[in-house]
């Protein structure tokens, strides 16, 4: 099983629409996450940090469930511009005890016209 | 913010060929740097952690002696993929940690460097 599970995708979705994308940890020890956006052929940039309480930036809603290992990510009012590949990716444990990242395999978004 | 700069962004070159990647921390001290690797429609894989001033941890599976990783100083990671071959064309990131962030921004990312070996 891999550390880090997102949906397949790809999501391809009209303008304003909203999606939401899923990923699974194995790793219970995890002590955070993100989601990260990746354009084609660029570096992953950071989109947000996903806090337990669940935390919102403008459009983008974040989720967390630790007790079943599951992180969401809300897009709302999608714009062409939101079209990327979204990487969930968790800190195995503590960043400042060494921690490294773990990326999921991504999921592509594409938002039409 | 804090920048990393990797360089070069493409590189072309001959079967055989020795390629050396940088990566500096431009505005930040960045005692450990990660390598990363990925292939087309696929995730990023770590290859690597760097610390400076002592030897890389590679990942399972990543050889130590085809991929040579030197971290001499706190702001510059290199890595040298040593007579390279096809199937070493991929995408490299180089990231930087910068303790001084803490955990919101847990590391910062080269622009990558897409080597294509011929």
């Known amino acids: 099983r891999k550390e880090v599970e997102q949906d397949p995708g790809p999501f391809n979705v009209p303008e304003g629409a909203t999606v939401a994308f899923n990923c699974t940890y194995s790793n219970s020890a995890s002590q955070s996450f993100f989601w990260y956006r990746q354009d084609c052929r660029k570096e992953p940039k950071l989109l947000m940090s996903?806090?337990?309480s669940g935390n919102e930036d403008g459009r983008f809603t974040a989720q967390l469930n630790r007790a079943s290992q599951y992180i969401s990510l809300l897009i709302r009012d999608s714009k062409l511009s939101d079209s990327a590949t979204y990487l969930c990716v968790v800190n195995s444990w503590p960043y400042n005890q060494g921690g490294k990242l773990i990326f999921g395999q991504g999921t592509e978004l594409s938002v039409k016209p | 913010g804090a920048v990393v700069s990797q360089h070069p962004s493409w590189v072309i070159c001959k079967s055989g060929t020795s390629v050396k990647i940088e990566c500096r921390s431009l505005?930040?001290?960045?005692?450990?740097m990660f390598w990363y690797r990925q292939f087309p429609k696929q995730s990023l894989m770590l290859m690597a952690t760097?610390?400076?001033?002592?030897?890389?941890?590679?990942e399972q599976g990543v050889e130590k002696d085809k991929f040579l990783i030197n971290h001499a100083s706190l702001t510059l990671s290199t890595l040298t993929v040593t007579s390279a071959h096809p199937e070493d064309s991929s995408f490299y990131i180089c990231s930087a940690r910068d303790l001084g962030a803490g955990e919101l921004q847990p590391q910062h990312f080269g622009d990558g460097t897409r080597l294509s070996i011929l």
């Open positions: 760097s610390n400076e001033g002592s030897k890389a941890t590679y």
């Open positions: 996903v806090y337990s």
């Open positions: 505005d930040f001290q960045a005692t450990t």
